[in-house]
Structures are given as structure tokens and as C-alpha cells.
């Protein structure tokens, strides 16, 4: 028998990274332009998106409420050979080479997305729950504002924004010379607190209601403020929600038989967290539903024991591992610099430590429930 050794290839990645381009920071009539352009970046890199397949080199194109970003991936010899020319691919576009038909494809392919994330009931609650507690508008946009968008002003707004990343970050073996690019300012984060609206405004939600099945999200009402807390918030919820070991799942599937499922997040916007747990039933378990969560994650630090603590963090420690073993191309800490994280404290948290956290986030009167 032989036993052949192949060491792993070398990765690399390049990301674009908008901070400009901000969800958080659109302005009434222009909400989902900026995912909107993210999209026409993705038609940006079409002219040379064959030759990026012939060198094996992946392409994401993403929106979140904390930036636009443009990554690719692929071997390390690959990305050397193709990073400059995908570079300039977007940034040195000429707008002219959009059509009208293009632009009218891309912004129905926006719109049908847009509408089918909200009449989803999972989407629509949660976007409902993010609204009434924070404020905070959905990433896509409204759908109005998208339409009444014309062909002009998207050929402005992309040589303003496109044009002029915030960042450019090559992870990699060796360096890379990009061309002279004129970077856009990076803006100073504003606390998710100064970003309230005044009036929610609820026009554009779209909730299908069901007679058998309904949404339940829970929010904690009190955003997770500096990268340690956020840290132990994301150990808590994975304990609380996350797997067939947390006790939601044990409490409302397991013993009462209420749930399917329970799933959980926690959001990061910039510079704070949202906690965020999340599950489906019959509609007439929404009340009992909604209840034993309340009972649970208003006094959950009783049911956080150390034994499943320590089964966590060895979860996070073999995540994390894997995340540094493709070193070249996983590169979160570089893209999220400025931003709350938890990568770098996950490990470092203690079981007392961890304890003191968690009722600053989950206890009485921080919880707000919704149900779609």
C-alpha cells in the first residue's frame, strides 16, 4: 500500500470593502442603492469572470448592514496572476458599458429578492423585530426606493462609490502591486443608538401569516456593547439556542414537543451586537412558546453550567482552528478591523467571568418576543 503526503495548497484572497457603502447609513429615498450597486459590481467583473474560472478562482459579492464587499479566492499563483486585473476590473469600470436592459434585469433580480426575503415569515419577523427594538431598516432596502431609481443616477453613484473602496486586502504568500487607487475616506462609526429613526416606518413589510405555522423571534433588548461581552454573548447563545445540546431545544422540543427546531444568531453592526433566537410552531403554541423562552432567557445563568460552557468552547476552538487553517484566505479579523468581533476573546472567556456577562444581555425586562 502507499500512502502519498500532498501538502495542502497555498490560499489566497482578496476582499473590496466598502465601508462607504453602509446600509446603516442610507438616507431616506435611497434605501437599497447600495445593495443594489453591489449587485452591478458582480456585472462589473463579467468580462473577465471566464478567465477567473479557468484559474479556479471563487467570486462573493455580499451586502450586510456594516459594508459592501467584493471577495475572491482561489490558490495562491491564481490570485497573483488575476488579483490586479480583477482590481481594476471594478474599480476602473467604464459606465457607459452598462446597458439600460442590464441595469433593468439587475434591478428586477433586486426587487423579486427583496420581496421574496420579506413575504418569508422567518425574514419579515425578524427585520419587524430589528425595526421596532433598534430601528434599524433592512439591509436590501425598499422596494420603492429601488424602483424609482433610474439608469442616471446609477451611473453617478457607481463611479462615486464603486470607484473608490475604503480598503483593499490581499492575504497571501507574497505581495501584490495594485494600481494608484483613490480610497474613499473611511467614515467614523456612529453608535447603532444615533441611527434610531424616529418613526418606524412599516409600509414595505410584507408578513404571510399562516394558520398553522407561525414565526417566533426573541431579541435581547439591550445591544452587546466591546468585542469581550460579544464573545461570551456568542457562547451563551449557542448554550441557549444553538444545537440539540442547548436548553431551548431540550425545553421546547424535546420535552413539550412545541418546536421542529431552534436556531439563534448573534448579529454583529458595527461597533455592538444583537442577540437574536429565533423558532417556528403551530399557531396555537405561540403564547407557550413564547413563555418557557421568556422563563428561560430571563434567568438563564442557573441553566449555563459549567460542563456545557467547557463543551463550547472546545466547539469554538476547533471552528476557529479551521478558520486559521486556510490562513491565505480566511482573513475576517483584517476585514472586521474597527468592527466588534468575537474571534480573538472566544478562547480567552472564563466560566465566572462569563457569568457576570450574560445578565447585562438576558434577564428580566431585556428580552422583547414577536411573532409573525
Known amino acids: 500500500m502507499i500512502i502519498q503526503e500532498i501538502s495542502p495548497l497555498e490560499m489566497s484572497s482578496l476582499h473590496l470593502v466598502y465601508d462607504n457603502m453602509s446600509p446603516l447609513d442610507e438616507k431616506e429615498g435611497h434605501r437599497g442603492i447600495f445593495h ?13 469572470e471566464h478567465e477567473l474560472y479557468l484559474n479556479g478562482i471563487h467570486d462573493d459579492f455580499s451586502t450586510s448592514h456594516e459594508y459592501v464587499k467584493a471577495s475572491f479566492s482561489g490558490t495562491a499563483e491564481a ?12 474599480v476602473f469600470f467604464d459606465v457607459n458599458q452598462f446597458t439600460e436592459d ?6 428586477t433580480a433586486v426587487i423579486n429578492e427583496n420581496r421574496d426575503r420579506k413575504s418569508d415569515t422567518f425574514g419579515a419577523t425578524i427585520y419587524r423585530a430589528l425595526k421596532e427594538t433598534y430601528g434599524i431598516d433592512d439591509a436590501d432596502g425598499k422596494m420603492e426606493d429601488v424602483t424609482a431609481y433610474t439608469f442616471d443616477e446609477f451611473k453617478k453613484d457607481f463611479v462615486r462609490y464603486a470607484a473608490h473602496p475604503s480598503r483593499i486586502i490581499y492575504v497571501g504568500p507574497r505581495n ?9 475616506e473611511k467614515p467614523i462609526f456612529d453608535s447603532i443608538m444615533e441611527i434610531i429613526h424616529s418613526e418606524p416606518d412599516e409600509k414595505d413589510i410584507v408578513v404571510k401569516k399562516s394558520a398553522d405555522a407561525r414565526t417566533v423571534v426573541l431579541i435581547g433588548a439591550e445591544p452587546i456593547i466591546g468585542n469581550r461581552d460579544f464573545a461570551a454573548m456568542t457562547m451563551a447563545t449557542q448554550m441557549l439556542g444553538g444545537d440539540s445540546e442547548s436548553v431551548l431545544y431540550n425545553e421546547l422540543r424535546v420535552k413539550n414537543g412545541l418546536v421542529y427546531s431552534c436556531d439563534y444568531t448573534t448579529e454583529s453592526f458595527r461597533t455592538v451586537g444583537i442577540t437574536l433566537f429565533y423558532t417556528s ?5 405561540v403564547d407557550k412558546v413564547i413563555g418557557i ?11 449555563l453550567t459549567r460542563e456545557h460552557f467547557d463543551c463550547c468552547k472546545r466547539h469554538f476552538g476547533f471552528m476557529l482552528k479551521e478558520r486559521n487553517t486556510m490562513r491565505f484566505a480566511g482573513c475576517l479579523d483584517l476585514i472586521r478591523k474597527g468592527l466588534i468581533t468575537d474571534s480573538k476573546d472566544l478562547l480567552d472567556i472564563e466560566y465566572p467571568e462569563f457569568l457576570e456577562i450574560v445578565p447585562k444581555y438576558l434577564s428580566k425586562g431585556k428580552i422583547r418576543a414577536f411573532a409573525g
Request: no cysteine.
Open 36 to 48: 443594489f450597486l453591489e449587485h452591478m459590481m458582480g456585472q462589473a467583473i463579467k468580462p473577465i
Open 102 to 107: 442590464e441595469f433593468e434585469s439587475e434591478r
Open 281 to 285: 410552531t403551530a399557531s396555537e403554541n
Open 79 to 90: 490570485m497573483e496572476k488575476m488579483a490586479v486585473a480583477i482590481v481594476r476590473q471594478i
Open 176 to 184: 501584490v502591486d495594485f494600481p494608484d487607487i483613490v480610497f474613499s
Open 293 to 303: 423562552a421568556r422563563n428561560i432567557l430571563e434567568n438563564p445563568v442557573k441553566l
